[in-house]
């Protein structure tokens, strides 16, 4: 999507990021919910709509690997030509943070999930908010992650979201994680 501008479901979805509130988007599997990361309410309300303890962390998502350079730019070059290799796509990485992200964002964790988004509508929102977003499933913990914007109005239907137009990419299940360093997979 060249552009968002042009879009205005995106436009508003924009403008809320850039005002602190809360956002639902389609990504490659599932909808997600998103926010400004640097935004310590906006992340709170994303938590609370969840039911998610913050010590569990959050992932990142951004349009490019540029808008990742804040935490990237020190990585040894054998990691960054890996995580090159594997992005735009369905692949999030465990990253050392070094205090650069929220701790609302990382919970417990040394390390940050940061994924670069392949899926149109991700990229274009990245573009327009002007860097990463926070990125995690439209769904109440214990219930199944929405597939559609419908299924996410039902989950928050008494909530003042935004929500971009669009469907999810052809995924059948969430991004792969796995930590940079060792390639351990955290979710298959």
Known sequence: MNNWRAVPKLTQCVRTLLQGGVIAYPTE?????????????????????????????????????????????????????????????????????????????TGKHATVAVRVSNHPIVKALCEGFGGPIVSTSANPMGLSAAKSQMQVRRYFAKEALSYATGVVGGRSTPSVIRDLYTDAIIRA
């Not at 309300?45 to 998502?61: D, E, Q």
């Open 29 to 105: 599997a599932v909808w997600g919910l998103g926010c400004d990361p640097d935004n310590d309410h906006a992340v709170e309300k994303i938590l609370r709509l969840k039911k998610r303890p913050v010590h569990k962390g959050l992932i990142l998502v951004a349009a490019s690997i540029e808008q990742l350079d804040f935490l990237l730019h020190d990585l040894e070059p054998e990691y960054y030509q890996k995580l090159e290799a594997s992005w735009p796509g369905a692949n999030t990485w465990l990253i050392p943070h070094k205090g650069r992200v929220s701790p609302m964002v």
